[in-house]
């Protein structure tokens, strides 16, 4: 259990402390000794995780030492991590990137597609890595029935996607006709492809995993491409699952 405790950025002697805590409550003296906390150490380390509202005291004479809600400590430390986690993994994102860039070179973290092949490439980029959910926000521009050839690549990937797990949440236009794959997706697998309703005219784009962002630059000409940009960033990818999540809640 230590080595858990410790694992989610707990420290060594305040995890030892939890060990014993997580069972009974216990005085200073008592709680040193089953701990195996030195008694020259404990109160100071005591007085530190009750200012961090770990654990609480008892008002009775002599004062119990103990955990008041073990899954809410335990939730916030891994919340804690994740989130340390997550702003290591951006960070090291972000210097590959830059190191890239003074190399001239495009990072998979961070890619730039300006003509229609790129449109297709990356398109298809975003299906073949998604792993767990896909959200997708399709604006008052959309049309369904233009550029077959690529729409149609794209469908069964969504379709491959979707037979190894992957769940897509999708908002389209009202006025839009889903292409046959798709509707039957919709019909046949409805926890798996789900599709409301809502005119919107924000940016189409897709949130992969709730981590990876796909951001499509169109308007109503489908000739006036303004390019595609695919970036992995948690931060981004959970403000888009915000929006995405208002508008699914206000979709038909």
């Known amino acids: 259990m230590i080595s858990e405790l410790k694992q989610i950025g707990i420290g060594y002697y305040e995890a030892k402390i939890l060990e014993v805590l997580l069972k009974e409550k216990l005085d200073i003296r008592e709680l040193s000794r089953k701990s195996k906390v030195p008694f020259g150490k404990i109160y100071s380390i005591i007085k530190n995780m009750k200012e961090k ?8 004479r002599p ?7 073990v899954s809410e400590i335990i939730d916030r430390f891994l919340k804690e991590r994740q989130e340390k986690d997550k702003k290591l993994a951006e960070s090291i994102r972000n210097n590959i990137i830059n190191i890239k860039k003074e190399r001239g070179e495009q990072s998979r973290f961070f890619e730039i597609g300006t003509i229609m092949d790129d ?8 299906f073949h890595e998604a792993e767990t959910e896909v959200l997708q926000i ?12 690529s729409k149609i690549i794209w469908e069964k990937e969504i379709e491959n996607a979707v037979k190894r797990g992957v769940v897509f949440k999708s908002i389209y236009p009202k006025s839009a006709v889903l292409p046959p794959i798709l509707k039957r997706l ?6 798996k492809f789900h599709v409301k309703r809502l005119n ?12 990876k962002v796909l951001i499509k630059l169109v308007q109503k000409d489908i000739l006036q491409f303004g390019g595609i940009i695919f970036i992995e960033n948690e931060k981004l990818a ?14 038909e």
């Open 63 to 69: 004062k119990l030492v103990y955990i008041e809600d």
């Open 138 to 149: 399709f604006n008052i521009y959309h049309k369904p029935s233009s550029n077959r050839e």
């Open 119 to 126: 449109n297709k490439r990356i398109q298809l980029r975003a």
């Open 200 to 211: 919107n005219d924000f940016t189409r784009c897709d949130i992969i995993d709730g981590r």
């Open 238 to 251: 959970e403000n888009l699952t915000r929006i995405f999540n208002q508008m699914w809640e206000n979709a």
């Open 53 to 60: 509202d770990i654990i609480k005291e008892t008002n009775s």
């Open 186 to 191: 919709d019909e046949t697998t409805p926890r």
